[in-house]
């Protein structure tokens, strides 16, 4: 069934979106020397005095993410159905995470790897290994379905 879903207009989107973010990373190394890891650039910005490009980049993905919800209403996913304590929980979880973890999956996973940093494919691969348990275990007990 999966395979049946593999056609050209299922992914040009997201193959478009990969190189959007692939460039973007990108030009922020190559015009700023800085790594476009999100769980960084929140972090810093919850400083008492954060510098003002973290603010502007936070600021560009949630303008980002609003353009497409009225340009392209479709294309936003139905919410989750889960509840708002879960969800919550979940993405403390996660903050929680990527400090362990020394980073997330767009510092290490997209800039990391691409720099071939180990300490990146290490952490790349346990943030892979830890999805695919959560979801897997989430799953059985019907919190994933």
């Given at each position: 069934m999966l395979?049946?879903?593999l056609t050209l207009?299922?992914?040009?989107?997201?193959?478009?979106?990969g190189a959007l973010i692939g460039l973007a990373a990108s030009l922020m190394l190559l015009t700023d020397g800085r790594i476009a890891g999100i769980s960084g650039i929140v972090g810093g910005s919850l400083?008492?005095?954060p510098?003002?490009?973290r603010l502007a980049f936070l600021a560009g993905i949630?303008?980002?993410g609003l353009?497409?919800?009225l340009a392209f209403p479709a294309a936003i996913a139905a919410p989750v159905g889960r509840p708002l304590a879960l969800v919550g929980l979940a993405g403390l979880v996660v903050g929680y995470g990527t400090r362990m973890g020394n980073g997330c999956t767009s510092g290490h996973g997209v800039c990391g790897l691409s720099r071939r940093s180990?300490?990146?494919f290490a952490?790349?691969?346990a943030f892979m290994a830890a999805g695919a348990v959560s979801a897997t275990l989430l799953s059985m007990i019907g919190v994933g379905s």
């Open positions: 395979l049946a879903q207009a299922g992914v040009a989107a997201p193959i478009a979106g400083e008492p005095r510098e003002r490009w949630a303008l980002g353009i497409l919800s180990r300490r990146s952490a790349t691969l």
